[in-house]
C-alpha cells in the first residue's frame, strides 16, 4: 500500500485529539445525566412536607376511605408511591388525598388545591389540549360498560332500547352513551347524578333500569355496595375505550417526568421480578437494569432531581404495579378483575414501561 493511503487510513482510524475529547465527553454526558431542575410543584411539594392528590369521593378499588378515613385503592397506592419517591424513607405515608367529584377534578387541579389528578379519569384529545392539563400514563386500560338487574332479563346492550339509565355529569360517559344508542338507533331517558354513592343508591333504589360507567366502576359498585352481587348483571358490550392516566397541570415539566417516571419505574420492576418483599435482595442483582433502577447505579435519580433510591422507596412501600393491582382490583380483590390489557406487554397486555436508563 502506498505511503499515502496508509496516511489517509490511519487519519480515518485514528481520531484526532479533538475527536476523542469530544467523545469521551459525550461517554461522561452519557454516564452522568444532567440533573433535572426541581421545579415548582416539586419545591413546594417538599416545603409543605406532603403530596395533595385528588381522588374520587369513593369507588371501591380505586379511591375509597374506610369509616377512620384511611384509603385504599388503585390510583391511591399510585400517590403512595410519588410520595415515596420524593421524600424516601416513610415517604408513603405523606400523600393526603382530597375527594373530588367528576365536576370539581379539573378546576381542583388547575387551582393547584392538588398536585395530582389519580381519579379515574381518562385521557381525550380535548382534555389534554383544552384544560392546561397534561397527562402523564395510563395505570388503567378500561371501557364504558352497563349493569342491569338480573331480574330483569336482559343478555345484550341491545335490548336496552327505551331504559332509563343512570349516569354521572361531566364525564365521557355522556358521549358514550348518547353515541351508543344514536348508532344502534334506540332511545334512553337519563338520569344524571354526580355524586357517586348517590348514583349507586339511585340504581339499587330501582330510580334507573341500568347504570352505565367504566366497567371497573360496574364491577366496584357490584362487589361493594349490591347485597348480592350475582343479582347484578355486567353485560358483555364495551361501547369505548377509557385509558385512565394521571394527571398534572401544564408548564411544570420536571413534575410531569416525576410522576410519569414513577409509574413506568413500577411497571418495570413487576417486569423485572422487583418486588415489595424481595426488592431488599435485589438490590443485589447482576441484572444491570434492576441496578439502575434501584438506584445502585446512579444517575436516574439525579435525572429526576429526587434521591437515587427513588424507585427502591416506592417499591418497598407500596409495591409493584401488579402487586398494586391484584390487591386493589384483582384477583386478591373484592373486585377480582382479570389483568386483561393491563396485564405486562410480555404476557399479552399493554402494560410496557419505557426504558429505565
Known amino acids: 500500500m502506498p ?3 496508509k496516511t489517509t487510513l490511519a487519519a480515518r482510524l485514528l481520531p484526532s485529539s479533538a475527536a476523542t475529547a469530544a467523545a469521551l465527553l459525550l461517554a461522561a454526558t452519557a454516564a452522568f445525566p444532567t440533573p433535572a431542575a426541581a421545579g415548582p410543584t416539586l419545591d413546594a411539594v417538599r416545603k409543605r412536607g406532603e403530596l395533595a392528590c385528588g381522588v374520587t369521593t369513593g369507588v371501591a378499588g380505586f379511591s375509597l376511605a374506610d369509616s377512620q378515613g384511611r384509603y385504599t385503592g388503585l390510583d391511591v397506592d399510585f400517590c403512595r408511591q410519588v410520595a415515596a419517591a420524593i421524600f424516601g424513607e416513610g415517604g408513603a405515608a405523606k400523600a393526603k388525598f382530597v375527594p373530588l367529584t367528576s365536576q370539581q377534578r379539573f378546576t381542583a387541579i388547575q387551582s393547584g388545591e392538588v398536585d395530582i389528578l389519580t381519579r379515574n379519569t381518562t385521557w381525550t384529545l380535548l382534555r389534554d389540549t383544552t384544560l392546561g392539563l397534561n397527562f402523564t400514563a395510563v395505570n388503567f386500560y378500561d371501557g364504558q360498560g352497563f349493569m342491569v338487574p338480573k331480574s330483569l332479563g336482559v343478555k345484550s346492550a341491545r335490548e336496552l332500547n327505551g331504559a332509563t339509565v343512570c349516569l354521572q355529569p361531566g364525564t365521557t360517559t355522556e358521549q358514550n352513551l348518547a353515541d351508543y ?14 355524586n357517586f354513592s348517590e348514583i349507586e343508591s339511585a340504581y339499587f333504589a330501582g330510580r334507573c333500569d341500568v347504570y352505565t360507567t367504566d366497567k371497573s366502576g360496574l364491577a366496584s359498585t357490584r362487589a361493594s355496595r349490591a347485597g348480592n352481587p350475582d343479582d347484578q348483571v355486567i353485560l358483555p358490550e364495551t361501547i369505548s375505550k377509557e385509558p385512565l392516566s394521571p394527571a398534572v397541570r401544564q408548564g411544570d415539566d420536571e413534575w410531569n417526568d416525576l410522576v410519569r417516571w ?14 415489595q418483599k424481595n426488592v431488599d435482595e435485589m438490590l443485589k442483582s447482576d441484572d444491570p437494569g434492576v441496578k439502575r433502577l434501584l438506584g445502585v447505579t446512579p444517575g436516574m435519580g439525579k435525572a429526576l432531581g429526587v434521591d437515587e433510591k427513588w424507585a427502591y422507596y416506592a417499591i418497598k412501600q407500596v409495591g409493584n404495579y401488579g402487586e398494586v393491582f ?4 384483582g384477583r386478591d380483590s373484592p373486585l377480582k378483575l382479570e389483568r386483561g390489557l393491563n396485564e405486562l406487554w410480555t404476557r399479552g397486555g399493554l402494560m410496557y414501561a419505557m426504558p429505565v436508563r
Not at 414513577?262 to 418486588?275: D, R
Open 181 to 194: 344508542f344514536r348508532a344502534n338507533g334506540m332511545q334512553y331517558k337519563p338520569v344524571v347524578i354526580e
Open 3 to 5: 505511503p499515502s493511503q
Open 262 to 275: 414513577v409509574l413506568y419505574a413500577t411497571i418495570e420492576a413487576e417486569e423485572k421480578g422487583v418486588s
Open 326 to 329: 391484584e390487591r386493589n382490583v
